[in-house]
């Protein structure tokens, strides 16, 4: 399908904290929106081509260790507009896709 309608959100970036090659997929919500397939080395950031107004409902991940590749787990919605996520290690073998929240998003009390 390839071609994404115009205008659009921010391209999603993933950023990879972990030291760990990642690689996954980008799911759109519409069949109008092709979803996008990644690979990110350890410590750097992954930008997708831009996704018009395409929503995103999931990103997966799989975390190449020495001790084989870990399924992490993915970040799931009904359809965000949000672009900007992070591979982080949660525990010893497990990792998880998480939204980035900047201070300046974040509500004040």
């Known amino acids: 399908m390839g071609n994404r309608p115009g205008g659009g959100y ?3 970036q ?12 980008i799911e759109y919500a519409s069949i109008f929106c092709s ?8 410590g750097n ?3 997708a081509p831009g996704r018009g107004v395409c929503l995103l409902t999931k990103i997966t ?9 870990i399924e992490a787990e993915p970040y799931t ?3 965000t507009s949000f672009s900007q996520f992070a ?3 949660v525990g010893v073998n497990r ?4 939204r980035i929240v900047t201070a300046a998003s974040k509500k004040r009390k």
């Open 10 to 12: 921010d391209p999603i």
């Open 87 to 89: 591979i982080i290690q």
């Open 14 to 25: 993933i950023a990879n904290s972990t030291p760990y090659n990642a690689f996954g997929r």
């Open 35 to 42: 979803d996008d397939t990644y690979s990110v080395g350890g």
């Open 95 to 98: 990792f998880q896709v998480t």
């Open 61 to 69: 991940a799989t975390v190449v260790t020495p001790s084989g590749n």
């Open 45 to 47: 950031t992954f930008t």
């Open 77 to 79: 919605s009904s359809g």
